[in-house]
């Protein structure tokens, strides 16, 4: 059981380049969820997907575009880079059963420099 | 929505002392306060968690306590050691919605044990 595996781990971009990082989870959760991490900011939401074929925004959406592509699988894509997309990502997975605690199951990160 | 508060934003304590994190929520819907742990470079980990209808709830060397009238929830780790070196986040949100969607972070306390 591998849990939640995020790539790439380390990525340096030039603003106005565009990536996507990929997620794959293999624990059969409903939701995931990408969140970034900045100092002293905690853990900001950008998008989730309470289940397959639907997302939503978070808390920081803006610049940022994301795919459900199966139930394993939810990518988050930067269409032009920014500065202030410097930070490091963090991708998540729960089971969402009403009454439920939704323990968040995170990947590794990817640390993310946008020049 | 919700605000998460916590507080401090560092703590060195000499290992053996105890360590106490206090954070505050504003939404008086929210009833499950959970506790993630990321050791450096690593991804956070849920270490402990409690709901509004218990007042404390302890694991080993750590202990959560809550206080609904007042809003505010608390960690303490007893006995710290090196290995309880680390960012400690704290969240709130209302369980009712099984899912970690409206989950709200703190913005993270460094907790540093001085050998």
């Known amino acids: 059981n591998a849990g939640v595996t995020q790539t790439p781990k380390f990525q340096v971009l030039k603003t106005g380049q565009s990536m996507t990082l990929q997620c794959a989870q293999d624990?059969?959760?409903?939701?995931m969820y990408w969140y970034r991490q900045d100092p002293g900011m905690g853990l900001r939401l950008i998008y989730y997907?309470?289940?397959?074929?639907?997302?939503d925004k978070g808390e920081v959406p803006n610049g940022y575009n994301v795919s459900r592509l199966n139930k394993r699988e939810f990518s988050l894509r930067l269409e032009s880079a920014a500065p202030s997309q410097t930070s490091v990502y963090f991708c998540?997975?729960?089971?969402?059963?009403?009454?439920?605690?939704?323990?968040?199951?995170f990947g590794e990160g990817s640390r993310l420099t946008v020049l | 929505g919700e605000n998460v508060e916590q507080h401090p934003s560092t703590l060195s304590v000499q290992e053996g002392d105890s360590a106490v994190i206090k954070c505050t929520y504003s939404?008086?819907?929210?009833?499950?306060f959970p506790w993630y742990k990321q050791e450096l470079g690593k991804r956070p980990q849920l270490i402990i968690d409690?709901?509004?209808?218990?007042g404390e709830k302890k694991d080993q060397r750590i202990a959560v306590t809550l206080n609904k009238t007042a809003k505010h929830f608390s960690l303490h780790i007893t006995e710290t050691q090196p290995e309880d070196s680390a960012v400690y986040f704290c969240?709130?949100?209302?369980?009712?919605?099984?899912?970690?969607?409206?989950?709200?972070f703190g913005s993270g306390t460094q907790l540093t044990v001085l050998p």
């Open positions: 998540a997975s729960s089971e969402a059963l009403s009454g439920a605690t939704g323990e968040l199951f």
């Open positions: 624990m059969n959760h409903n939701s």
């Open positions: 997907s309470a289940s397959e074929g639907t997302t």
């Open positions: 939404d008086s819907a929210s009833n499950y």
């Open positions: 409690i709901r509004s209808n218990v």
């Open positions: 969240a709130a949100r209302p369980i009712s919605s099984g899912s970690a969607r409206q989950l709200t």
